[in-house]
């Protein structure tokens, strides 16, 4: 600001004033003052001071330029176009002293959107996670039930129906009980080694039953399932892979659709499953009275990988309940047939 006044402090115009619309116009002597605008007569006489900051072009942009003060567009200043320095130097003065002056309506404006925008972010960036969380919290066990069904059957489309005999469903039920999940379903393909769907629903490949003879492994990958849903439960894993428009149908009209499904099931098919802490995985096995040196050597032959699951095996050196009998068990192993 004060660099703009010193240019034009010496800068001198004629003009021609009016007090008031009775009286005539008079040549006058304008000149730039400290943020005013000063008319005189030719002795030198100051008439009157304007603000520069309350200034008005009545015509910006026509000549003779009209210039009033603000609030009495009665008294008036005519510059002609000759008088181009004077004129520019007052627009000029006029906006560096807009700029130095503070502006309470855009500091409220920016007030303003710094809150919408936070308050967007917060919407973005916390309502999801936050209705999933109570998607998933209110979603009855019938309606898990039935999307974890819905899922095994899209599953059966790629891996065959699921193995089924009168004779090995007791067996399977049994192991289901001994386990502590609601349902165990044996596929023929499809899953890697096994899979936990809502509902309580936990799918096994066949290898598992068909490749071992200790009913311990197979319960020992009943197990890690278990373990995973305590640590992620599996309707809150769909809802991750498939978005926060998927929680809200689910949450408004109780149903998946059949696109949401199958990213869902391409995805979880095609991935390993995670792995977990092996102090969880104990700690799981230790609460079911299983054995983890079975699971653990059908994981990695070697053990390596695993040697803290068969060192720390809750059951070592401990009586074992039978996880199956041998007769079911053998049953259970023929549940796919030839």
Not at 152 to 179: N, W
Not at 208 to 231: F, K, M, N, W
Not at 244 to 272: C, H, K, M, W
Request: charged residues 25%.
């Amino acid at each position: 600001m004060k660099t703009a006044l010193k240019q034009y402090q010496r800068i001198e115009a004629t003009g021609l004033w009016r007090p008031s619309p009775d009286v005539q116009r008079r040549e006058v002597v304008v000149s730039i003052g400290e943020a005013t605008l000063t008319i005189s007569d030719f002795n030198e006489q100051a008439l009157t001071h304007w603000s520069l900051a309350a200034l008005v072009r009545q015509n910006p942009g026509d000549f003779p330029a009209l210039f009033n003060p603000d609030g009495d567009p009665d008294e008036t200043l005519e510059l002609e176009e000759t008088e181009t320095t004077m004129i520019e130097a007052i627009d000029r003065l006029q906006r560096a002293i807009d700029r130095a002056r503070p502006h309470p309506g855009r500091l409220r404006w920016l007030s303003v959107a710094g809150v919408v925008a936070a308050v967007a972010a917060l919407l973005l960036l916390w309502m999801p996670a936050a209705l999933q969380n109570h998607v998933v919290s209110v979603v009855p066990d019938i309606k898990r039930a039935d999307i974890g069904n819905t899922i095994l059957q899209r599953i059966e489309r790629v891996s065959g129906r699921a193995c089924t005999s009168e004779d090995a469903q007791a067996a399977l039920d049994q192991l289901a009980a001994r386990t502590g999940v609601r349902k165990i379903v044996i596929l023929p393909a499809g899953v890697q080694t096994s899979l936990s769907l809502p509902g309580g629903i936990v799918l096994l490949n066949r290898a598992l039953v068909e490749d071992h003879e200790d009913p311990s492994v197979a319960a020992g990958y009943v197990i890690a399932e278990r373990a995973r849903t305590q640590a992620q439960d599996p309707l809150d894993d769909l809802l991750d892979r498939t978005g926060a428009t998927t929680a809200f149908r689910l949450l408004t009209t109780g149903e998946l659709t059949p696109a949401n499904i199958d990213a869902y099931t391409e995805q979880v098919l095609s991935e390993p499953r995670p792995s977990l802490p092996e102090d969880d995985l104990l700690e799981v096995f230790a609460q079911a009275a299983l054995p983890s040196t079975p699971y653990a050597y059908a994981v990695d032959v070697t053990g390596e990988t695993v040697l803290g699951l068969i060192e720390a095996d809750p059951m070592a050196g401990r009586p074992l309940q039978q996880v199956l009998p041998d007769r079911d068990w053998v049953r259970l192993q023929n549940i796919c047939g030839e």
